[in-house]
């Protein structure tokens, strides 16, 4: 199918497979799966700025759906999205602003590729480290397993820095945490979201477990609560700059739908570290899919 | 819980997952592949206005999927038998 937008042919069939694929992830760790969509967009030929705008596009639609599942199932904490989406908001202008400039350079699929590659391979690395850790906790010192987090110095010392103002969250079981540290894990994660087209879940989740310190849980309906407003922002800001295709968002979004209903059903019968340890080799199939497509246009030599 | 064949459970998922995809099938056809040339007028004539109407078909399209996806599950009665069964039974093992 021609999308005249992206200026591009893609077979519709393959984008609704990749949004079902991320539509189950969505539901399931709580991540928009823009670490694997925008990937595979690249992959299959999409130019990398429409990439970055038409993932998150997909992704607001999809994510609207499912943090509304996990807010019945009372995984969301409200009072910390709405402070984080501040900084969010912010994070997201600049990195779009980011991609205009590099677009206008001719620089923007080395550098958008290259960021992608190390930081998908760093987050994966980390996370089947830290999960593994976890599930050794659970068997050798008999903890509950929805506790367990083999990382948890991080947090603590997060927790303690009395940077005011501070502020509690009281559904994620934190009595005080500055609200600098908030905002900036909202900032960091907004810069991903509009410079690589994600919502930035990848990052926002091992951020909200490990440096604050959110149950796995709360973490994940906090977490797509979030992705509603950043990849929302995005969708209209880089639309507005000519970098989304509505159209091919909307038919990658038909395999969301039903990925969607599988993912966060799927939520009930699995554990904290275990969600960890699943999603720690998903990232390397986007890294492996950018490498290759980096390599086969000639990007890299 | 009564447990079930694995081997009925992978079949009733399998129902589920043709049912949506006659409707998505039909849906593309009828709907997606009409609006193409009127979505590009607009993205050439107002990046504005591209831009919100945009994000207002994909937030209508994700509800209205959402709606038909859990009535497909509760009104068929598949739920009780496909996606929700399935995690039953494997998660108990």
Redesign the interface.
């Known amino acids: ?5 992206a200026d591009v042919t893609v077979n ?1 069939l393959l984008l ?1 497979g990749v949004g079902f694929l991320v539509g189950i992830l969505g539901g399931f760790f709580g991540v928009g799966g823009g670490f694997l969509a925008g990937p595979m967009m690249f992959w299959t030929g999409v130019p990398m700025n429409f990439v970055v705008g038409t993932d998150l ?2 992704m ?3 994510s ?2 499912a943090a ?1 599942r996990h807010r019945a199932l009372g995984h969301v904490d409200f009072k910390l999205g709405s402070f984080m989406i501040l900084g969010t908001v912010g994070g997201v202008e600049l990195g779009a602003r980011f991609i205009e400039v590099l677009k206008h350079k001719g620089t923007l699929d080395i550098t958008v590729g290259l960021v992608y590659i190390v930081i998908l391979v760093s987050i994966s690395a980390f996370t089947a480290w830290e999960s593994i850790r976890a599930i050794q906790m659970v068997r050798t010192d008999q903890i509950d397993v929805n506790d367990a987090v083999g990382f948890t110095g991080i947090s603590k010392r997060i927790q303690s820095v009395k940077l005011r103002p501070m502020i509690s969250f009281p559904v994620s079981g934190i009595e005080s945490i500055s609200i600098w540290m908030v905002l900036g894990v909202g900032f960091l994660t907004g810069l991903l979201a509009g410079s690589l087209g994600v919502g930035g879940g990848f990052i926002r989740m091992p951020l909200l477990v490990y440096v604050l310190g959110i149950p796995t849980h709360v973490a994940v309906g906090t977490d797509l609560f979030e992705i509603v407003f950043s990849s ?1 922002y995005g ?2 800001t880089h ?4 970098n ?1 295709d ?2 091919m ?3 990658m ?3 969301a ?2 990925g ?3 993912g966060a ?2 939520t ?3 554990a904290g570290p275990r969600i960890r340890l699943a999603f720690s080799f998903l990232p390397l199939i986007g890294a492996v899919l950018v490498l290759m497509r980096l390599i086969g246009g000639g990007v890299l030599h | 819980m009564k447990r079930m064949d694995p081997r009925k459970l992978l079949r009733n998922l399998l129902i589920e997952v043709v049912i949506y995809s006659f409707l998505i099938v039909a849906y593309y056809l009828l709907v997606l592949h009409s609006i193409g040339g009127w979505l590009a007028a607009i993205f050439g004539s107002n990046l504005y206005q591209y831009a919100f109407i945009g994000l207002g078909l994909i937030l209508a399209q994700a509800v209205i999927l959402d709606i038909v996806t859990s009535l497909m599950m509760k009104y068929i009665k598949l739920d009780q038998f496909g996606i929700r069964r399935i995690l039953d039974v494997f998660s108990n093992r």
């Open positions: 199918m021609y999308f005249p937008i519709p609704m596009a997909h607001t639609g999809k609207i759906v509304r929302g969708t209209i639309a507005i700059k000519g989304v509505i159209l968002a909307l038919v979004q038909t395999g739908a039903i969607a209903q599988i059903t799927a009930r019968f699995f």
